[in-house]
């Protein structure tokens, strides 16, 4: 499923037929939410306009926000210890990205981000994992956006015989194996240009 590639933060104002939706949420001691209007609707993410008002009731400027479902991304490693990549085309970068296997938690997997990364390895490389570790659970980028990116690290990786989820259609991805040493060098020369996949690498606690 296509994950980060999406992410072309579009913050073009729609004047016409957009859906309001009023609340008034508290954020702190400092800032009240008092308006949230739905500026833009897609697959897989919203732009959305908040108001505030801050502690001495005065409003604030505009802030603008993607919001989408949760993310996770895989340190998937074999026995020979060896990583899985990806490479797939990304429309933010415009060109191929090699990156950890990765995408959008499904809305029934939301309680239980790892039901997510089990399907999204087997999906991506149909390879499955034996041991199963949870790295880290961070929001992206607070400034724009709400959801959070699960890291995980699967050991033991294998191909699985009875395959049931493969990629997207529309996906053309390619799948290679590089030694688990040389990630953060790879990292480092930008062959891995990635953030989200090099924070679960150096997250993974094994380098």
Not at 152 to 174: M, Q, V
Request: charged fraction near 25%; aromatic fraction near 10%; proline fraction near 5%.
């Amino acid at each position: 499923m296509k994950l980060f590639g999406f992410i072309q933060l579009l913050f073009v104002l729609l004047s016409s037929g957009i859906l309001e939706a009023k609340n008034f949420a508290e954020l702190g001691d400092d800032m009240k939410l008092v308006r949230k209007k739905l500026l833009l609707q897609t697959i897989p993410f919203n732009v959305e306009e908040l108001d505030f008002i801050d502690k001495g009731d005065i409003p604030t400027h505009p802030y603008y926000r993607i919001s989408c479902y949760d993310w996770v991304n895989i340190l998937a490693v074999n026995d020979q210890n060896e990583a899985l990549l990806v490479k797939q085309y990304r429309a933010g970068a415009l060109k191929f990205v090699r990156e950890l296997p990765g995408g959008v938690i499904n809305e029934d997997e939301q309680a239980n981000p790892i039901l997510a990364a089990k399907r999204e390895l087997e999906e991506e490389t149909g390879f499955i994992a034996d041991h199963w570790q949870h790295l880290l659970s961070i929001n992206p980028n607070p400034a724009i956006q709400h959801n959070k990116v699960h890291f995980f690290l699967a050991k033991g990786c294998k191909i699985n015989e009875n395959r049931k989820h493969f990629p997207d259609p529309t996906e053309d991805i390619e799948i290679e194996w590089v030694l688990l040493n040389e990630l953060p060098e790879l990292v480092k020369k930008g062959e891995i240009d990635h953030a989200l996949s090099a924070l679960c690498i150096f997250s993974s606690g094994l380098f």
